[in-house]
Nanobody, 120 residues
Framework: QVQLVESGGGLVQPGGSLRLSCAAS????????MAWYRQAPGKQRDLVAD???????NYTDSMKGRFTISRDNAKNTVYLQMSSLKPEDTAVYYC??????????????WGQGTLVTVSS
């Protein structure tokens, strides 16, 4: 089994910054794309950004310039640096990872989510 553990959420004032982390562990042979999604109250879960094992990144347009996704392959960890935060960024942020397990099967797993609240 593969598990994702997220950290770094919390309360931040508008205009502030926050960094989320997500560490993967378990029966991992190779991780491929890792991603961050978010879900605001009453809304669907949407992609924030993703990053391939080679470091290629993709962002939802509204996040470009404010959010930066990165990863440390040696630590099986993905990060999301968020800046210039707005109240509308308030949501539960979920980590997602795809890859191949030690059983040679493809997997896709989700973290438990971490709440980010942007409010004064």
């Amino acid at each position: 089994q593969v598990q994702l553990v997220e950290s770094g959420g919390g309360l931040v004032q508008p205009g502030g910054s926050l960094r989320l982390s997500c560490a993967a562990s378990g029966s991992i042979f190779r991780l491929s794309t890792m991603a961050w999604y978010r879900q605001a109250p009453g809304k669907q879960r949407d992609l924030v950004a993703d990053i391939t094992s080679g470091g290629s990144t993709n962002y939802t347009d509204s996040m470009k310039g404010r959010f930066t996704i990165s990863r440390d392959n040696a630590k099986n960890t993905v990060y999301l640096q968020m800046s210039s935060l707005k109240p509308e960024d308030t949501a539960v942020y979920y980590c997602n990872a795809r890859g191949i397990g030690t059983d040679w099967r493809h997997f896709e797993v989700w973290g438990q989510g971490t709440l980010v609240t942007v409010s004064s």
